[in-house]
């Protein structure tokens, strides 16, 4: 350990209350490592690592982690991108996919090695998005090594369900398997808005084929600020569905890929949801193209990649929790 960097740890961490945090210039990882040993040596915290510096509070920082539910860690779910090909190109898609979309896909064998993986670090279910995953005709192989290891929710738009891909819809488990089908309104005009002229009639014909054929399914709408009303309608529709709370889904739209319009999120403000695509990690699924979400390149070890979202989302809370009670405006 640097005495020099020790020295000087001890007199700007000495000089500033409880509570408070102070910047520590350091040259490079070494230094990093030597402020991490002797803050969890002295009882302080490491809030945030910067190119030159590192953040330290003084005193022990309560974990943010802890005090989320435990469903909402991040970890305790991953969202997997299988493919980014779709058969719609919807105008508020978060990922730009479409029919002609660079299917960027994660292989039957990668996708074990990375179930397998997600088990050993911890995650508690898995979520299968795209683009569309039935696009693949081999979706079915995923899924029963994903359902083998975890409960498994696949995101689709219930409608490439036909020939050799309903043979092996209809071979699928129904047991630790939910379907979660696209759905934005409870009449076609504001559904097929955005996402293409007959694609209302075809998707709710595809949530009726899933629920006759015994699977479990939840509906899920995103509302553009085009909707107006339609959540109330749309909850008269989960109701004729016959479709428990956790059945039904409403977000907003999201200003990512193809949406000009919608939420802004980023790092600092989404509960991250760990998500893996052919291209790397990603902060949440709903900004998997935006390089600025993009955590590392690598899955694996895919606990490390965990540990990586984990720490800085610790680091983003604890650091807005110091400067939300020591910079006062007024
Ligand atoms: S929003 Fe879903 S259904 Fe629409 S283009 Fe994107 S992936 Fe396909």
Redesign the pocket.
Known sequence: MSLRLTMRLVEQVGAISAGTSTRVVVDGPDDVETVRRWTEATGNTVLMVHPDSVEVLRGRAADPIESLPEDRRPGFRLWVYTNFH?????D???????PSTDPRVIGVDAFGRLVGEAVDAGVEELFL????PFMLLDLDERLRVATAALPTTV?T?AMVWNGERRRRLESLPREGLTLQI?LDSATAELHDRH?GTGSFDRALAGIRTAIDLGFRVRVAA?LGADAGDAETSLVRLFDRLELDEDQRVVRRVARQ??ANAGLTVSRASLLPEVCVTAEGVWWHPVAAIDPTMKVCDDWFPLAGAIEKVRDEYRSHRIAGDVLASTFPCA
């Open positions: 779709c058969n719609l190109n919807c508020y898609c978060c990922v730009e996919s479409s998005t795209g683009g569309e995101l738009n696209s996402r995103t890929g193809s």
